[in-house]
């Protein structure tokens, strides 16, 4: 017998795991979410750090962000499993003027889409959260006591736990090979669904010439008119198998952590030395040192590069003159892959030229963080073809061929 679901979700990382959980939360049950590796979390949610922050200067992330960081903090009573969200905050450190203006500015912004204890610090107050900074050239900052941490692996398991518990099937170890596709039947002039269409399948997305009707796994055919491409550095790939093009590239990011070491604050926020991008947090004994290095280039590199604890180091010990002292066992650093959109900013909704097709993709370095918003949104355009959470017109591909890209200029 076919094997059939509403919804089909390619992919099983934090991302899809949302997208699952929201739809079930709205009474769409028959979702299959399909995961190629035998255990969740291979892809980059495992390799996050976990930040969670609502410090953006574009309004639509910063509402994502707020939309999540609440859903977080709510996420242990509601899912019943950890978050393990710690309110620890983000702490954006200007060098220089122009930068100063520009956290200001995000601060304004931030205000007034209700994010309202973003408060601006002055350099003692920098120097109070951790006294081992070197804060001679530094002008000011920004604060917001609600950023802080996520477990990501955590919260997947939370998101798709609950997912299951209402009927959601995940297949582990199963590779989407393909995505079927056939004529589309077009909509009917009054808005009621086309008869042989998809239940759940609304009218308006059934203007484009092919629509879905299943997709090829090595188990075997699943019969679905809804997929959602949830498969993160990979989704390009995905795309490409209904023939969709999806501007989506890999960018390796690579973590460092020290060993244990003394005379730093037990506590302390996510720092962000703005003048070089260095950023660091603690976890557990040592520190988690990240930088974006500006020389990576685009491919599925996941190889972790020895030569990379020097230059990150060469930051560290500039921003932190105690962290010149610190070891750093090369094994235990690890990289992943970031999943790039040419704007930075995620592509969410359905594909222009397949009916049936939705985009959860891209989020640039923000997907965990952003992880309950994009869940929500997915679930909403699938089921209601729009959502009250964002204007989703913002996030979806149309965007860059309309020239319509999105500026997001606070990515780590
Ligand atoms: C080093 C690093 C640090 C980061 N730090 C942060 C941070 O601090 N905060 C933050 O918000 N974000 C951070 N990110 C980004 C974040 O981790 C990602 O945006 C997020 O995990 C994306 O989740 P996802 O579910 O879309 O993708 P993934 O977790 O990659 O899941 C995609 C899944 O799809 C599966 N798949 C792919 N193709 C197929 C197929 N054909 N068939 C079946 N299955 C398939 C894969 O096996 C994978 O499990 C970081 C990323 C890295 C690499």
Redesign the pocket.
């Known amino acids: 017998m076919t094997e059939t679901a509403d919804v089909v979700i390619?992919?099983?990382?934090?991302?899809?795991s949302s997208v699952a959980y929201h739809l079930t939360e709205q009474g769409c049950t028959n979702v299959l979410v399909?995961?190629?590796?035998a255990h969740?979390?291979?892809?980059?949610?495992?390799?996050?750090?976990?930040?969670?922050r609502a410090q953006f200067s574009t309004p639509v992330n910063i509402q994502m962000s707020r939309y999540s960081i609440d859903f977080f903090s709510r996420f242990d009573e509601v899912i019943g499993h950890p978050a393990d969200y710690r309110a620890h905050g983000y702490l954006f450190c200007a060098t220089n003027e122009r930068h100063l203006e520009y956290l200001k500015a995000n601060r304004e912004r931030q205000t007034a889409l209700g994010v309202k204890n973003v408060e601006l610090v002055s350099r003692e107050d920098i120097a109070k959260f951790v006294p081992q900074l070197r804060v001679d050239d530094i002008v000011g900052g920004t604060f917001c006591q609600t950023d802080g941490f996520v477990d990501?692996h955590s919260v997947m398991m939370g998101f798709m736990l609950k997912a299951r518990e209402r009927g959601a099937r995940l297949w582990l170890g199963?590779?989407?090979?393909g995505i079927e596709v056939e004529p589309a039947i077009t909509g009917t002039a009054d808005g009621s669904p086309a008869s042989g269409g998809a239940d759940i399948l609304p009218p308006h997305r059934l203007d484009p010439t092919r629509r879905i009707s299943g997709v090829m796994t090595s188990r075997g055919f699943v019969s679905t008119h809804i997929v959602v491409n949830?498969?993160?550095?990979?989704a390009a790939?995905?795309a490409r198998l209904a023939g969709a093009e999806l501007p989506v590239q890999p960018l390796r990011?690579?973590?460092v952590p020290t060993e244990h070491i003394d005379g730093l604050p037990q506590r302390f926020p996510m720092v962000i030395d703005m003048s070089t991008g260095f950023h660091f947090r603690r976890e557990g004994k040592g520190i988690l040192l990240a930088w974006n290095d500006p020389a990576e280039t685009p491919g599925f590199k996941t190889d972790f590069d020895p030569g990379f604890i020097e230059k990150i180091l060469t930051h560290a010990a500039s921003r932190v003159p105690r962290l010149a002292e610190a070891e750093v066992n090369p094994r235990r650093a690890w990289?992943?892959?970031?999943?790039m959109t040419p704007d930075h900013h995620a592509i969410i909704g359905p594909a222009p030229t397949v009916a049936g097709l939705y985009f959860v993709?891209g989020?640039s370095?923000?997907?965990?963080?952003?992880?309950p918003a994009s869940g929500r949104i997915t679930a909403d355009l699938i089921l209601h073809g729009h959502s009250d959470l964002i204007d989703a017109a913002q996030l979806n591909v149309e965007r860059f061929a309309a020239g319509r890209l999105l500026e997001e200029t606070a990515v780590l």
């Open positions: 390619i992919g099983s990382g934090i991302v899809g399909i995961e190629r590796e969740q979390g291979k892809g980059s949610t495992g390799k996050s750090m976990g930040g969670v990501p199963t590779q989407v090979t949830a498969a993160g550095p990979w790939e995905v990011r690579q973590l990289a992943g892959l970031y999943e993709n989020f370095g923000h997907g965990v963080m952003h992880s």
